[in-house]
């Protein structure tokens, strides 16, 4: 336990820690680039009069925070198997939202799988938030299990789309330039 002459000097050290700036530049093209992948959808669909399924498709948008400097092979099966990952959760959503119970156990499941590969092949990124994000969203949608692949595809789609722009992004970076001089 800390005495009060340890928490007097703790505290201006934590105020200065607080108020320091980060150095480091912001990721503008990815940031930009994470914004296009999720909104593009969704203008589709509210383009083609159908803004349901362009925010359903939205889904898949998050495809792209899964979008990290590796070499490029391996960004394309990661992001790959991230964009199959998310049209699989929300098919199960979808099919299991009349059923609270199997909710519920799926999203533990879910859980625990998608923690488990990103820890054993040593994944960098958000790991099972967005996989459990994507499942409670489209299992907390309008009971129509008949829509289940027209809401995975959508979402599949999507993440298509944003495994092309994570594919494009790659093309910018100073390795991959210097590569193709």
Known sequence: ?????????????????ALQVNKKP????????AGVAAALP?????????????LIAGLGGFTFLYVFNIPYAQRAKKIFS????????????????PYPLAVAVLMGIITAVV????GALKIAGPSAIFFVL??????????NPDEA????GLV????????????IVGFSTPTVQKLML
């Open 1 to 17: 336990m800390m005495n009060t002459k340890q928490s007097k000097a703790l505290a201006p050290s934590m105020i200065k820690q």
């Open 26 to 33: 912001f990721p503008w093209l990815k940031a930009v680039s």
């Open 42 to 54: 969704v203008m589709i669909g509210l383009a083609l009069g159908h803004l349901k399924y362009g």
């Open 82 to 97: 991230v964009v199959l990952g998310l049209a699989f959760v929300t098919y199960l959503g979808t099919i299991s939202a």
């Open 115 to 118: 923690i488990f590969v990103f």
């Open 134 to 143: 994507v499942f409670a969203m489209t299992s907390g949608m309008p009971l």
């Open 149 to 152: 692949f027209l809401r995975a």
């Open 156 to 167: 599949f789609l999507s993440g298509c789309l944003s495994w092309m722009i994570g594919m």
